[in-house]
């Protein structure tokens, strides 16, 4: 293998892993956006998705009816859970609202944990996520060439959401200018509300896709993916849809070029490395990679 | 067209608003005037929704206001453009116009309003494709104003359009203020500068640490010895 194949290799793995992060930072960063709130049980609903699909798959739904079916009814847990957990604490303190964060966390774990038990569960993969494409001396996973392009495809339609629609604009506006956006007549519930479910719809597609690549569910698989789209999202740029893909995909670049150039015995230092270089990043740029503006208070 | 009736409305434990009443008829230019923590501002964000009175009443077109939501208010033709002009800074002067029209319906009548607010402000025509942040503090303000017509309103809240402006720009807002006068919309202004307030109004208030202590036509609040002595430096 030349190379350059492997170079490019390594790059459909840094994409698809990237593509994953930036699905999972996007929902992160719409709420915090608008709310100020990290909503660390954002990776929960990963763990929503995967399982709906598991229910559903049992009862013997077909694959293309249930990947709609759980994008909905994961963004109706969004919903819900803005609407039980978060409305309630809306203007409180930043701390208030993360422990809140956390608690919702911990209560759609364990519930998670008694209704299905902690065990995890292998994942029925259909046929076609299963393939493994040779181009010459190239190996490429179909499920990472869906992973991109569906990320693709779902970035084109957000950014004509936020950039085109009456209620994508008033999201930016309510992220921007709080007061100002009230005083426009935005109903700024639906807005929120709009963004919980945008932003768990995406998450269950990531969810998905996680779970096809590591072939298993179980309660707690949105712990790691949370904390590295939180990661993400922050060296991106917080509160920004543009900040948060181009740090998912800075990040998920920085993983598999460690994985890739790190002797094998090193790989345990990964995770510290890719760490070391986003504190720097951090560092150098404060507002993360896009979020040079500072805000000016008048 | 609007009454406001024992308004009292509290910060926390701190009352800003000690039983204000007010009213304002349809086509007047009414201004509120007083010194920093009268409660100007207060009394603005009160009839816009944005903070809930503890007592007290506002009516509007005959029928309470004060139990809803600012966009339920804004809907009823009340347009507030808050203090410190509160464009957005991260969309452009497009989206910031196209935001203030968000719940109107009825789209040859936000073409109109758009030509209109553009001939009174010419620039903001030149500038639709930048950044609100990007923008002058004039040019915000004129977009601010802009904005808040943009929801054709009957009724504009007006709070503090000179602030910080260089004198030929305050001119140019206060030119606008009479064209929007002469339009026939009614307009509640607070202004610092009341000088030049009650040289477009039809009455004013004077407000001092959330009462009020006078009122009455612009012209003989121009000539009121109190008035002259505490806000017009004279």
């Known amino acids: ?298 | 067209m609007l009454d406001v009736r024992n308004l009292e409305v509290y910060y926390g434990g701190i009352r800003a608003l000690d039983g204000i009443s007010l009213h304002v008829a349809e086509g007047e230019l009414v201004t509120l005037i007083g010194s920093n923590g009268a409660g100007k501002t207060t009394t603005l964000r009160a009839i816009s929704g944005l903070m809930r009175p503890r007592s007290g009443e506002i009516i509007y077109d005959g029928a309470p206001i004060h139990a809803l939501s600012p966009y339920q208010i804004v809907r009823r033709g009340i347009s507030h453009c808050p203090e410190g002009r509160h464009i957005f800074t991260n969309l452009t002067v497009d989206d910031n116009l196209r935001l203030g029209a968000v719940q109107r319906r009825d789209a040859a009548g936000v073409r109109r309003d758009r030509d209109w607010v553009y001939s009174l402000f010419p620039v903001l025509e030149e500038r639709l494709g930048q950044l609100g942040g990007t923008l002058s503090g004039g040019e915000q303000q004129m977009l601010a104003i802009a904005r808040s017509l943009m929801s054709q309103p009957r009724l504009l809240l007006l709070d503090e359009p000179s602030l910080g402006l260089a004198p030929i720009l305050v001119d140019t807002i206060f030119a606008v203020l009479r064209e929007i006068k002469k339009s026939g919309r009614t307009i509640l202004l607070v202004e610092q500068n009341a000088y030049l307030a009650l040289e477009v109004a039809d009455r004013g208030y004077v407000l001092e640490t959330g009462r009020l202590i006078l009122h009455d036509t612009a012209q003989a609040l121009r000539t009121n010895a109190q008035v002259e002595r505490s806000y017009l430096g004279g």
């Open chain 1, 1 to 298: 293998m030349s190379l350059t194949e492997y170079g490019l290799q390594q790059l459909v793995n840094a994409l698809s892993i990237g593509s994953l992060y930036a699905l999972m930072a996007i929902g992160l960063a719409m709420v915090f956006g608008i709310l100020r709130l990290i909503n660390f049980a954002h990776g929960d609903l990963m763990m929503v998705a995967s399982y709906s699909a598991l229910g559903l798959l049992f009862f013997g739904w077909p694959y293309w009816i249930v990947v709609p079916a759980v994008v909905v009814i994961t963004a109706l847990a969004g919903i819900l859970m803005e609407r039980i957990a978060y409305r309630p604490i809306r203007g409180a303190p930043d701390v208030a609202m993360l422990l809140t964060s956390f608690a919702v966390t911990i209560i759609l774990e364990n519930g998670a944990v008694m209704l299905v038990g902690a065990r995890s569960r292998a994942f029925p993969i259909p046929d076609f996520l299963r393939t493994v494409y040779h181009l010459g001396n190239l190996t490429v996973a179909s499920v990472n060439v869906v992973a991109i392009l569906a990320t693709a495809v779902l970035l084109v339609f957000l950014t004509l959401f936020v950039t085109r629609t009456d209620i994508g604009i008033s999201m930016r506006a309510a992220a921007d200018d709080m007061t100002a956006a009230q005083l426009m007549g935005i109903p700024i519930n639906r807005v929120i509300a709009a963004a919980f479910a945008i932003g768990s719809g995406l998450a269950a597609v990531a969810g998905l896709l996680w779970t096809v690549k590591v072939g298993k569910v179980d309660p707690y698989m949105g712990f790691f993916p949370v904390l590295k789209a939180f990661v993400a999202a922050v060296i991106g740029g917080f509160g920004t849809i543009p900040g948060a893909v181009v740090g998912g995909f800075v990040l998920g670049f920085l993983e598999i070029m460690f994985q890739a150039l790190l002797p094998g015995e090193w790989s345990a230092y990964r995770d510290a490395l890719v760490f070391g270089i986003l504190i720097v990043v951090l560092l150098v740029r404060p507002n993360g990679i896009v979020g040079a503006r500072v805000r000016e208070e008048i």
